[in-house]
């Protein structure tokens, strides 16, 4: 070795150095140094992520780290508006401002009042009746007045420019900016202050958030996928369902925290219990991770390709869920014959049902279907409400896939919701399932602030069905001919 | 996304359809955001399809005919403008701008132009004259099937018995003024846009 180092530096003394060569020698040393400080840094990093995320996670603990992130967030958020209101202010920009109270102001009247209105105004100053041939006393003296148009008109139009059911595919408008670039409404540079923080804002969640959160999630999957498959092991009993239970759960409160979920739960004693069939509102895919991570269900969907199906595959090996064929789906009396045995044996876990069957951006509960209610059991209702000004957790499904929404997901400041459990409900005597559906939409609404919709969550792809139009049309005909049947009878 | 939207709508744009339709700045910027977002294939114009995509708009028995009120003669696509110009119609009628210089044109909001605004629904083939054949398509629209041909048929002959001044058989313009001049128009043909 000696003698080698010797003639190497004999011809380093003989020759100038070459850029090359001068660099190569700088640089191994400091290879050694950067592969160290990687090495200490990968191990901090992990024993930093198995204190404060993991191991709080297997044990359901918190210490509070999240609560205290979205706090300091809405601070900024603050500063960010008031900095935009006034920038605009001194600029004179017209800020875009999506107003809270919608476009239009609409009134609500029905087609009877309104016709009976109009033909009022109509006649009531033609008091000498000089070119009315009509002989019937009163409003309703002609059968079809030209003015009848107006009503319609003015409703088309109305809905055109806002209407009830378009708008709630699409995610929700902010009233205020949360320095994402998705919800950005006004031109960006109002201020350097403001546009450093968003900077900032882009790289905090790019490169610190996003890498720890895909982190996390890959540890929680891969943890479900293995521990749940040793577990498919054991004989079924006591033992089996108490060790699924906790790795279920420790595994969804991984994932919670891999997309900072900050959730805070209402009404606990009204946890849905076994024998029962827990329904909620749907906003997104992540809606199950978020219940899950409190309690054990067997979940209800249809079996996936890829690694979707190989999570489902997995999870079914520890404790029954309910995971259909494509080709079982059609068939409605198959799937409620399956979810009513499921029901009926009590040592299975509660189902978990979204009945809505698609996801709405969280503004409203549109039509349940009435499958779920039609099976003889327990409901229990769930509210999930999502605060958007942290990210929106809305899937759009016709715009972005499922990758795309998971990167938004991992890139938004945080996700925060609330959930309520709502005390059982049972369908009462004389109620039938379409009632009985509406009831418990009505109370889900009701506690999770969102408007209650009667139109169809299926109307994003498809078309309206005609007998909407036809109802109308009966209604307006009952006015022309009822007011003919008055003047023959009287 | 309807928010990004507003960006793209310049102020040059913004003041000339303030000029023409009567929208404040900020009302015209939330149309521009519900007309982007009605614009599915994001081409900056609406087809008729874009339209029927609204529920509410779908189950309405004359939706066709509002739908294609926004159309110019022929057309198949709407631009913003067209949108605007044809919404201006149901502005609420403001006092202070019954006092505006008279040769600016009539406003689009005016009675006059609502009333012409309710006709053109009728008048299909845009003869100026609504005839017994386009009375009975918008009545058959309205009732559906629950009314038979015969009474329709009699309701409408009694309707243009009524109005028809002139005795050729048809409703012009002028004889739907006359008809309807005692309806509160402005305000069943005005929507309250808020500010």
Request: glycine share 6%.
């Amino acid at each position: 070795m000696v003698l080698n180092n010797n003639i190497e530096l004999l011809y380093l003394k003989d020759r100038p150095l070459g850029t090359l060569e001068a660099m190569g020698l700088f640089v191994s040393p400091f290879n050694n140094l950067l592969c160290m400080l990687l090495g200490i840094s990968f191990t901090v990093w992990f024993t930093l992520l198995l204190v404060f995320i993991i191991v709080p996670a297997v044990f359901g603990v918190s210490f509070g780290i999240r609560r205290l992130y979205m706090k300091s967030l809405l601070k900024v958020f603050e500063w960010a508006t008031l900095r935009i209101e006034r920038g605009a202010k001194e600029k004179n920009h017209h800020l875009y401002k999506p107003n809270a109270n919608g476009i239009i102001a609409k009134e609500p009247t029905s087609l009877e009042e309104e016709l009976k209105e109009i033909r009022r105004s109509g006649s009531s100053r033609d008091l000498n009746g000089s070119s009315s041939t009509s002989t019937g006393p009163g409003p309703s003296s002609s059968e079809f007045a030209m003015s009848d148009i107006f009503y319609f008109c003015r409703r088309g139009v109305e809905s055109i420019v806002d209407d009830e059911v378009t708008k709630r595919f699409t995610a929700e408008e902010l009233e205020s900016w949360n320095l994402l670039t998705r919800s950005n409404y006004n031109v960006q540079h109002i201020s350097t202050r403001l546009t450093v923080l968003w900077g900032l804002g882009v790289v905090i969640r790019y490169c610190f958030l996003l890498p720890l959160r895909l982190t996390l999630a890959i540890t929680g999957v891969t943890l479900l996928v293995v521990f749940t498959t040793i577990i498919g092991f054991l004989p079924n009993g006591r033992m089996k369902n108490f060790l699924s239970e906790k790795v279920h759960l420790m595994c969804y409160r991984i994932c919670v925290r891999a997309l900072t979920a900050i959730i805070t739960y209402h009404h606990s004693e009204n946890k849905p219990k076994n024998g029962g069939i827990c329904v909620a509102n749907h906003t997104s895919p992540i809606d199950v991770i978020i219940l899950a991570s409190d309690g054990c269900y067997a979940m209800v969907g249809q079996i996936h390709g890829g690694l979707m199906g190989v999570i489902q595959r997995s999870m079914v090996k520890a404790c029954p869920h309910i995971w259909f064929e494509r080709s079982e789906v059609k068939d409605r009396h198959l799937v409620a014959k399956r979810l009513s045995d499921h029901v009926e044996d009590k040592s299975k876990l509660p189902i978990l049902i979204f009945p809505e069957g698609t996801c709405i951006n969280n503004t409203s509960v549109m039509m349940f279907k009435k499958g779920s209610f039609e099976i003889a059991s327990t409901i229990y209702p769930v509210a999930i409400k999502y605060d958007p000004r942290f990210g929106d957790a809305f899937w759009n499904s016709s715009k972005f896939g499922m990758v795309n929404y998971l990167l938004h997901m991992m890139s938004s400041w945080a996700i925060v919701c609330s959930v309520w459990y709502l005390p059982p409900m049972n369908r009462q005597e004389g109620e039938d399932a379409v009632q009985f559906a509406n009831r418990v939409k009505a109370a889900i609404a009701r506690q999770g602030g969102l408007v209650d919709l009667l139109w169809d969550g299926g109307l994003k792809r498809s078309k309206v069905k005609e007998t909407f139009k036809e109802e109308q049309q009966k209604l307006y005909s009952r006015i022309l001919v009822g007011t003919h049947e008055d003047r023959s009878r009287s | 996304m309807g928010s990004r939207a507003s960006s793209l709508l310049r102020e040059e744009d913004i003041e000339e359809i303030k000029k023409e339709t009567g929208f404040s700045h900020s009302q015209i910027t939330r149309l521009y955001s519900r007309f982007h977002s009605l614009d599915k294939g994001e081409n900056g114009a609406l087809s008729r399809e874009d339209f029927q995509r609204i529920p509410e708009l779908a189950i309405n028995p004359l939706g066709d005919r509002i739908i294609n009120a926004f159309f110019p003669e022929g057309e198949d696509q709407v631009n913003f403008r067209g949108f605007m110009r044809t919404l201006a119609h149901f502005r609420p009628v403001e006092d202070n701008e019954k006092n505006k210089d008279p040769s600016a044109g009539e406003p689009l909001n005016s009675r006059n132009n609502k009333l012409l605004f309710a006709f053109r629904l009728y008048d299909l083939d845009r003869d100026d004259k609504i005839s017994r054949d386009e009375l009975l398509q918008v009545l058959r629209m309205m009732v559906g099937v629950n009314i038979s041909d015969e009474q329709l048929g009699s309701i409408a002959d009694r309707t243009i018995q009524e109005a028809d001044t002139n005795g050729d058989m048809c409703i012009s313009f002028s004889e739907f003024i006359k008809v309807l001049e005692k309806v509160d128009v402005e305000q069943k043909m005005s929507i309250r846009f808020l500010h």
